[in-house]
């Protein structure tokens, strides 16, 4: 299956009529797997747009306490990559929002890159985002992925230098996600980085959509950070009420009354 381009076709259709997206981000395999597939048809229901699936893993780095206990409980589930890319199938019978797998290099190599790139591909996969794969290191996947019709999403932050960032959009695919805070991911009640100056300085090197991650938790704060981006990625708070309810029966609403929030807020 070549799913490529879906991502950025679905965010340039909003960027086109004047609207922004709406990506949201779940641990796959918290609390289980079938909760999985029920929370992102959920999600997809209430208006995402684009869906990330978290890969649990035993050294999540670049995420702060919420989704790294979400890992936890994924792992001590049972949660294999395998397992994912299952749930993946049943997943897009009736999902039309793309699908992203977000997870570190680790489990990715571990599992094998071109069976991972083939498998996640005909599953419905439409791309990956790898936070701890630097550009250097990055392209075996690449040339995989491009093979597999599946878009590389490339990360940046306010500390990336201008050079460094004119490398990294020349081979970014779907979207440029553009890191909102130094430091891991998690709820913030302000984002006090100069979003404006970051986010033109970004554009100056790409036209692909951008969008904006870490730390965005409300409706409100979607609203306001949606005004230097094409989308808005909205995780810890979602998983934070998966946390709460600690059964999907009682967090499936919750997490789709939080995605019709959001995405009324942003339109």
Same mark, same amino acid.
């Given at each position: 299956?070549?799913?490529?381009?879906?991502?950025?076709?679905?965010?340039?259709?909003?960027?086109?009529?004047?609207?922004?997206?709406?990506?949201?981000?779940?641990?796959?395999?918290?609390?289980?797997?079938?909760?999985?597939?029920?929370?992102?048809?959920?999600?997809?229901?209430?208006?995402?747009?684009?869906?990330?699936?978290?890969?649990?893993?035993?050294?999540?780095?670049?995420?702060?306490?919420?989704?790294? #206990?979400?890992?936890?409980?994924?792992?001590?589930?049972?949660?294999?990559?395998?397992?994912?890319?299952?749930?993946?199938?049943?997943?897009?019978?009736?999902?039309?929002?793309?699908?992203?797998?977000?997870?570190?290099?680790?489990?990715?190599?571990?599992?094998?890159?071109?069976?991972?790139?083939?498998?996640?591909?005909?599953?419905?996969?439409?791309?990956?985002?790898?936070?701890?794969?630097?550009?250097?290191?990055?392209?075996?996947?690449?040339?995989?992925?491009?093979?597999?019709?599946?878009?590389? &999403?490339?990360?940046?932050?306010?500390?990336?230098?201008?050079?460094?960032?004119?490398?990294?959009?020349?081979?970014?695919?779907?979207?440029?996600?553009?890191?909102?805070?130094?430091?891991?991911?998690?709820?913030?009640?302000?984002?006090?980085?100069? +979003?404006?100056?970051?986010?033109?300085? &970004?554009?100056?090197?790409?036209?692909?959509?951008?969008?904006?991650?870490?730390?965005?938790?409300?409706?409100? #704060?979607?609203?306001?950070?949606?005004?230097?981006?094409?989308? &808005?990625?909205?995780?810890?708070?979602?998983?934070? +009420?998966?946390?709460?309810?600690?059964?999907?029966?009682?967090?499936?609403?919750?997490?789709?009354?939080?995605?019709?929030?959001?995405?009324?807020?942003?339109?």
């Amino acid at each position: 299956m070549n799913n490529r381009s879906l991502i950025e076709e679905c965010l340039n259709k909003l960027r086109f009529a004047g609207k922004k997206g709406l990506i949201t981000y779940i641990t796959a395999g918290d609390p289980d797997l079938s909760g999985t597939v029920d929370l992102a048809l959920r999600m997809d229901a209430a208006g995402a747009d684009i869906i990330e699936l978290g890969v649990p893993f035993s050294d999540p780095l670049a995420d702060g306490s919420v989704i790294q #206990q979400a890992s936890g409980r994924a792992l001590a589930a049972g949660t294999t990559l395998a397992k994912i890319l299952e749930a993946v199938i049943e997943i897009k019978r009736n999902c039309r929002a793309p699908l992203i797998l977000m997870g570190y290099y680790n489990p990715f190599l571990q599992y094998g890159l071109e069976r991972l790139t083939a498998k996640a591909s005909s599953a419905g996969i439409s791309g990956l985002i790898v936070p701890d794969l630097p550009l250097e290191e990055s392209v075996p996947l690449m040339r995989l992925a491009s093979k597999a019709g599946l878009d590389i &999403v490339p990360l940046v932050s306010p500390v990336t230098t201008d050079r460094r960032i004119k490398g990294i959009a020349a081979k970014a695919q779907g979207f440029v996600y553009c890191v909102s805070v130094t430091g891991v991911t998690g709820v913030r009640k302000e984002i006090g980085t100069e +979003i404006e100056s970051f986010t033109n300085r &970004v554009r100056h090197y790409t036209s692909l959509p951008l969008a904006i991650g870490f730390g965005i938790a409300d409706p409100d #704060q979607a609203a306001r950070m949606s005004r230097y981006c094409d989308a &808005v990625v909205v995780g810890s708070a979602i998983v934070k +009420i998966i946390a709460d309810n600690g059964n999907t029966r009682s967090a499936g609403p919750a997490v789709e009354r939080l995605t019709r929030n959001l995405k009324a807020a942003l339109d």
